[in-house]
């Protein structure tokens, strides 16, 4: 990736970790959530939830 995908330590970790065709694959993957479950992408709940799939996709299970 060019920059970090989000202004936060979780975006720079992603930065750090992830190329540019993983992203893209990631991207295809967030807009079928997006439009399966009808997300509201500027609700807070509707965030969370992407920043955690987001997470789990990557990374594996979210850590509490």
């Given at each position: 990736?060019?920059?970090?995908?989000?202004?936060?330590?979780?975006?720079?970790?992603?930065?750090?970790?992830?190329?540019?065709?993983?992203w893209?694959?990631?991207?295809?993957?967030?807009?079928?959530?997006?439009?399966?479950?009808?997300?509201?992408?500027?609700?807070?709940?509707?965030?969370?939830?992407?920043?955690?799939?987001?997470?789990?996709?990557?990374?594996?299970?979210?850590?509490?």
């Open positions: 990736m060019a920059a970090p995908p989000f202004p936060t330590e979780f975006g720079d970790r992603l930065f750090e970790s992830v190329c540019q065709p993983c893209a694959l990631w991207l295809k993957e967030q807009t079928a959530m997006i439009n399966h479950y009808a997300l509201n992408v500027l609700d807070p709940k509707a965030k969370k939830f992407l920043t955690e799939q987001t997470e789990a996709f990557f990374f594996g299970a979210a850590q509490p």
